[in-house]
Nanobody, 115 residues
Framework: VQLQASGGGLVQAGRSLSVSCAAS????????LDWYRQAPGKQREWVAR???????SYADSVRGRFTASRDNAKNTVSLRMNSLKPEDTAVYYC??????????WGQGTQVTVSS
């Protein structure tokens, strides 16, 4: 049972990057998928959510720049990040959420945005 993260890396400000998670061992379509991030010295913060049906919501700080998507056939969730800013630098985590709360976290992937 896991969420395997991929993507991330180093990118210049203003450019785009995608991160993804591939799920195994869960009934993927039953879960809401969240994205969180944690910058050095800061608390983990919620970034985006995509429901079972594909409706997405975003934190104010990323709305209009980030797009969450999911593929229930492939058990994957992705976060497309456009117009990246240095303040977007963080470790990005995906999470699988049920009515019980978050049940599974991905291992995180580093995104670094240089100015």
């Amino acid at each position: 049972v896991q969420l395997q993260a991929s993507g991330g890396g180093l990118v210049q400000a203003g450019r785009s990057l995608s991160v993804s998670c591939a799920a195994s061992g869960i009934i993927f379509r039953n879960y809401v998928l969240d994205w969180y991030r944690q910058a050095p010295g800061k608390q983990r913060e919620w970034v985006a959510r995509i429901t079972n049906g594909g409706s997405a919501s975003y934190a104010d700080s990323v709305r209009g720049r980030f797009t969450a998507s999911r593929d229930n056939a492939k058990n994957t969730v992705s976060l497309r990040m456009n117009s990246l800013k240095p303040e977007d630098t963080a470790v990005y985590y995906c999470a699988a959420e049920s009515y019980l709360g978050i049940e599974l976290w991905g291992q995180g992937t580093q995104v670094t945005v240089s100015s």
